[in-house]
Structures are given as structure tokens and as C-alpha cells.
């Protein structure tokens, strides 16, 4: 069974850093590029960050670049998204995906597994 769970979410004020971690198990982590949406309250779910498995090519979208940094442990099988300078619109849910392909996109149906979301809150 393909699971992916995301930890380290939470409370931060703004200027602050967050680092999520999604750990997975059940598939061949190596075969597969990993992505980070987010969804903010009332708005639709987007991309932030992709990685792709080897080699590892980070992907950033315009929402994240500059300030999010993802990076992935293939022997923990765990990819982690950087936060840092966090604003209030990056109050929302974050979820992983996992797509088996071999480069990133943001097309939803092309991530065969999903996370159950986390939670971050920014605040003034």
C-alpha cells in the first residue's frame, strides 16, 4: 500500500521558516518525481515545488521561487520543502504528490498518489 505522509506543518508569524517533510512508502521511490501543492481557503489547489528522482532537478513555481527550497533523501525516501520568509498568503494545506515521471509538472491527474494535506498557518 502507497502511503505518503506529511509532517511539519503548523503555526508560524510572518517572516518566519517552516520545513514540511513527506515520507513515503510502498513504492519505488527512486521512479518518481515528487511535488508540493497548496491550497489556500476558497482558492483552487496549485503547484509550489517539484522535484524529479535521478538525477534530482528541482522545479520551482513563481509563488515559490526565492523562497522555498525542496530537496529529496532517496535513502529516507523523504522529499522536504523549505519555507522561509513565509507571507500570509501562505496560510493553507500543502500536499505531496508522487507522479511516476521523469520530469515535473503541475498537470494534477499526472501524480498517481497523494497525501492527506497539512496544515500552515501564517500570522501577523
Known amino acids: 500500500q502507497v502511503q505518503l505522509v506529511e509532517s511539519g506543518g503548523g503555526s508560524v508569524q510572518t517572516g518566519g521558516s517552516l520545513r514540511l517533510s513527506c515520507t513515503t512508502s510502498g513504492l519505488l521511490f527512486d521512479d518518481y518525481a515528487i511535488a508540493w501543492f497548496r491550497q489556500a481557503p476558497g482558492k483552487a489547489r496549485e503547484g509550489v515545488a517539484c522535484?524529479?528522482?535521478?538525477?534530482?532537478?528541482?522545479d520551482y513555481t513563481d509563488a515559490a521561487r526565492g523562497r522555498i527550497t525542496i530537496s529529496r533523501d532517496n535513502s529516507k525516501e523523504t522529499v522536504n520543502l523549505r519555507m522561509n520568509h513565509l507571507e500570509l498568503e501562505y496560510t493553507a494545506t500543502f500536499f505531496c504528490s508522487a507522479g511516476e515521471a521523469c520530469f515535473c509538472t503541475y498537470v494534477e491527474h499526472r501524480y498517481d498518489y497523494w497525501g492527506q494535506g497539512i496544515q500552515v498557518t501564517v500570522s501577523s
Open positions: 522535484i524529479t528522482h535521478s538525477p534530482s532537478t528541482a
